[in-house]
Nanobody
């Protein structure tokens, strides 16, 4: 069982920055694929960024060049650095873990609101 706890959300003006953190329980964090998703009201939950156990990353086109995902295996933590935020980045951001066995876990989400 993996538990994920996100933090770092909040209200920020357009052009500002936030860093989200997701702390995972369990001893196999380094072998997990980790990802950030977001869901705006009335919209589906979409992938924002992902990072493999080897450190390879991928991003949604809408955030390339502005967001950066990283992980610290010693701290069981994955981060999402968000720069040059736009009002359209407003959403609940969720952390997802995919274990080596293919099991999925989700965090409870953290709200990010970008004002214009």
């Amino acid at each position: 069982q993996v538990q994920l706890v996100e933090s770092g959300g909040g209200l920020v003006q357009a052009g500002g920055s936030l860093r989200l953190s997701c702390v995972a329980s369990g001893s196999m964090f380094s072998s997990n694929v980790m990802a950030w998703y977001r869901q705006a009201p009335g919209e589906q939950r979409d992938l924002v960024a992902g990072i493999t156990s080897g450190g390879s990353t991928n991003y949604a086109d809408s955030v390339k060049g502005r967001f950066a995902i990283s992980r610290d295996n010693a701290k069981n933590t994955v981060y999402l650095q968000m720069n040059s935020l736009k009002p359209e980045d407003t959403a609940v951001y969720y952390c997802r873990a995919i274990t080596a066995r293919g099991t999925n876990y989700w965090g409870q989400g953290t709200q990010v609101t970008v004002s214009s």
